[in-house]
């Protein structure tokens, strides 16, 4: 089990829904598409995955945060692409021939929303029974721990599962955006 009624009770009030439908979620999910950034092991539930793509044709959108490489058209739609390990803090990588764009569909306020991430390599897809699977540590992790969905035991290893609505909640990254639009540096006279 992802959680104890003591785990959610600790919780404040308006957030206990919302954990209650995460838990759901994570114990209906069981496969998830695996993936590595730079030595690190990840996953995401295979439900949100629409594609996985060849990198490339990316089009720089200027003045938005570095962790967001660009634009991609996609049957025509603008798809907009974000470099995970960017997002998580780390340093851009450079792309190799396994780099490639993760295409997953995220919840917002105004409906489903489809996003790209960059990820270095693609794996497998894995079936992880919610028995193996641990609530996200409370310290200790190199990415923000809201943007850990839980801890996945394979092969008596861990794999970080990822909660992609949070980390590519809408809302943060216009934020962030908009706060690169204001720090546009002053000219030297």
Known sequence: MLATETQLNKQPAGNTAAIRDSILQAEEQQQYLTFLLGDEMFAIGILAIREIIEYGFLTEVPMTPPFIRGVINLRGAVVPVVDLAVRFGRQARDNTKR??????????????QEMGVVVDAVSEVLEIPPG???????????????????????GGKFILLLD????????EVAVAASMMRMEVPAEVA
């Open 132 to 154: 193996d699977i641990e609530p996200p540590p409370e310290f200790g992790a190199r990415i923000r721990s809201d943007f850990i969905q839980g801890m996945g035991k394979i």
């Open 99 to 112: 780099t490639c764009i993760v295409i997953v569909e995220i919840e917002t306020a105004k409906g489903s």
């Open 164 to 171: 992609i609505n949070r980390v590519l909640l809408v809302d």
